[in-house]
């Protein structure tokens, strides 16, 4: 049965390697009062940036509850990538053998047993919703789901996983999206910036209210000028270190027209109401 939750929710993926955002997440959850189980990590925990070990560590440490992403499953299996979908070629696909190759010398067999051993989904109610938590897609670990992607595939994935709304990551841009009956909602990742120009990061908090659910998308601020210089000094230099900064991605290969179109667009997304069923 789906775990029924009452109280807030907060969730958030992609650490990316990224300790001090990491660090700065973990410790946001911790001041507004958040216990560890009411707190979910979409995976990717590891990635891009300078500390993929310290980050599982934090991670484990916090007792929270994390799903298994496609970086988590292509570490544990030692896969000579990182599963993460993009196009054999593309400089997405060129700049993230880098940072793979880095992490995966710097993983323990502890570690990877950890990834290997986490879900790949978690089921949780709330105001009478059914709510699963994936990475990408329920079927493809690593599918690619936008704002701009068809409502027609969503709806498939909420079909297949039996579900009235998913909970995603992956992608790394957040975004709320209500269709008949039915809930998308990513969190963004809280590792990198989500390309709008900006170096804030990004993660989610669900509250139930009396007739439905809220739904807020927030910035996290962090040093990001730390984690960008500690990748500058282990020579994961490929561009990934100064979006860091920059807020722009060094590549938007992996984004469809629309999304790559909002490229520095400063994102100022407002809370979404979902009222439960019949409720107007």
Not at 84 to 97: H, I
Not at 220 to 249: F, Q
Request: glycine fraction near 10%; proline fraction near 5%.
């Amino acid at each position: 049965m789906p775990k029924q939750i009452t109280q807030a929710l907060l969730v958030f993926g992609g650490c990316y390697s990224n300790l001090e955002a990491t660090r700065t997440m973990l410790g946001v959850a911790d001041r507004l009062g958040f216990d560890p189980c009411d707190v979910i990590c979409t995976g990717d925990v590891v990635a891009y940036c300078a500390d993929p070990h310290a980050t599982v560590d934090l991670i484990r440490a916090s007792e929270i509850r994390v799903i298994m992403g496609n970086c988590e499953e292509a570490l544990a299996a030692a896969a000579d990538n990182c599963g993460c979908g993009f196009e054999e070629g593309s400089t997405c696909d060129r700049l993230s053998a880098q940072w793979y190759a880095f992490a995966a010398a710097r993983l323990d067999e502890d570690a990877r047993k950890w990834m290997r051993d986490l879900p790949r989904h978690l089921e949780i109610n709330m105001c009478d919703r059914r709510l699963v938590v994936i990475h990408g897609g329920g079927q493809q670990i690593n599918r690619f789901i936008f704002q701009s992607t068809p409502i027609s595939v969503k709806q498939e994935e909420i079909e297949w996983l039996k579900c009235d709304g998913i909970i995603a990551g992956h992608c790394g841009l957040p975004f709320t999206q209500l269709f008949g009956n039915y809930l998308w909602h990513n969190t963004g990742a809280v590792g990198m910036p989500a390309n709008d120009g900006t170096c804030r990061t990004w993660y989610s908090i669900l509250r139930p209210m009396a007739d439905g659910i809220m739904i807020e998308s927030l910035p996290l601020t962090y040093p990001a000028d730390e984690a960008s210089a500690k990748m500058r000094a282990c020579g994961l230099t490929g561009g990934y270190d100064d979006a860091l900064l920059s807020g722009i991605w060094p590549s938007a290969d992996a984004l469809p027209a629309i999304e790559r179109g909002q490229q520095g667009v400063m994102l100022d997304p407002d809370p979404i109401y979902w009222p439960r069923r019949g409720v107007d």
